[in-house]
């Protein structure tokens, strides 16, 4: 493989400011990616899994090169010139590389990779916490999973669309999927391609949401006709989904903090031809205190710690903070006091998160049930998904029906 400087420079500048000015990687690559025109599908490929891999393995390449965070530009070129040896890159004659000791380099790799914390480039608290929580075969597993590359995922607006003729559509559009077992809906991409500027994503016909997150809203058991509340509802990828599986029937109360995230979501409901959706923004209480004893189903994607989609998002390995998940720990319990108010007797809940720590998750739940605005809940289910078994992200789903 031969590198060009001009997307080698595109890499270094993002490094930059991924790492010192704090921009995420996904807003970093997209910004990488716009750089120049003229770059075909390979060039960009390589600038995007170029970023995403120094950002996964950062702390490992570090020690490697002996560099520490803020980078200056020859701390970059050190991280990269490590990248390349890793990978058996031929490092170019360029004034910016110099002398790169390569016998060193795989020492050096060899040695830190027999220590799990260098080895899957992690924290210390972070490997400190999971090791705690989660013992230490599970945690080692679910790491090494947490570091491949995420694949991409569509999930079929049924809506508009069956599977089966979905991927007929793409495949006529040049993108060969593969059927997902156990997903009704989901398809997946052996090549990863910019699905995004197909026909078949302009006519609403899929959306791109991870195997995993899938199996959140079907998990609240909805029914056409039904009134459900998704009170996290973000940018609405399972509020779509919730509006599929209710067959466009019924109402869906999409809540959020964030008035900009239901913005987002109004855009992608019209795209997938869903019209029982219905936005609000929690601004105050009253929200919340209307719906009182409303609901036939509410959904808590609740946030989290993120520990459980790595793959996706692996800088925030790096932005992450053991403070942050023991303040999101309150929050959690403090959403479900209060928006469990909202289901009516005999309706149903499902409190949901992408994190892989019982105490997120399993533990959250029984404090809830514990509780005084819990004791008329009971439990049916929950569903535990590790990345290392199910080969997609780590979510955490559990089932609770009002008495």
């Not at 060969?176 to 995004?196: G, K, Q, S, W, Y």
């Not at 959690?332 to 005999?346: C, D, F, H, N, T």
Request: charged share 30%.
């Amino acid at each position: 493989m031969r590198l060009h400087r001009n997307l080698t420079f595109s890499v270094i500048d993002s490094i930059r400011d991924i790492f010192n000015e704090g921009v995420y990687a996904d807003k970093a690559v997209e910004k990488a990616l716009k750089r120049d025109k003229r770059w075909g599908a390979r060039d960009r490929k390589f600038v995007a899994e170029t970023i995403y891999d120094i950002v996964r393995w950062n702390r490992l390449y570090a020690e490697i090169a002996e560099v520490k965070v803020p980078y200056d530009r020859d701390n970059i070129w050190r991280l990269f010139s490590v990248w390349c040896i890793l990978r058996g890159i031929a490092l170019p004659d360029w004034n910016q590389i110099g002398n790169v000791p390569e016998r060193k380099i795989k020492g050096r790799f060899a040695e830190l990779s027999k220590t799990r914390k260098y080895r899957e480039s992690i924290p210390d608290w972070m490997d400190e916490i999971c090791l705690a929580e989660l013992g230490e075969e599970l945690w080692t597993k679910e790491i090494a999973a947490l570091n491949q590359q995420a694949k991409v995922i569509l999930r079929t607006n049924t809506l508009n669309i069956s599977r089966e003729v979905l991927q007929m559509k793409l495949k006529a559009e040049g993108i060969i999927t593969e059927i997902v077992a156990n997903h009704p809906d989901a398809l997946m991409l052996p090549e990863r391609a910019n699905v995004f500027k197909t026909e078949a994503f302009h006519n609403g016909y899929f959306e791109v949401q991870d195997a995993s997150s899938q199996l959140v809203a079907a998990y609240l058991d909805v029914q056409p006709g039904m009134k459900v509340v998704d009170t996290c509802a973000g940018a609405g990828g399972k509020t779509l989904h919730l509006s599929a599986l209710m067959q466009n029937k019924g109402q869906i109360i999409a809540m959020d903090i964030y008035e900009s995230k239901l913005r987002k979501l109004k855009v992608r409901a019209k795209r997938n031809k869903a019209h029982n959706i219905d936005m609000r923004v929690i601004d105050s209480t009253k929200p919340i205190k209307k719906l009182h004893g409303k609901a036939d189903r509410v959904l808590i994607d609740a946030p989290c710690s993120g520990l459980g989609v790595l793959r996706r998002n692996p800088d925030s390995k790096w932005k992450l903070q053991p403070e942050f998940i023991e303040n999101i720990k309150k929050i959690q319990q403090e959403i479900l006091q209060s928006y469990a108010a909202m289901v009516k007797p005999g309706g149903k809940m499902v409190y949901a998160t992408c994190s892989i720590l019982p105490s997120e998750n399993q533990n959250q739940v029984k404090t809830f049930l514990e509780s005084e605005a819990g004791s008329d809940f009971t439990f049916v289910s929950d569903k535990k998904v590790f990345a290392h078994i199910s080969g997609f992200d780590g979510f955490y789903m559990a089932l609770l029906e009002r008495k």
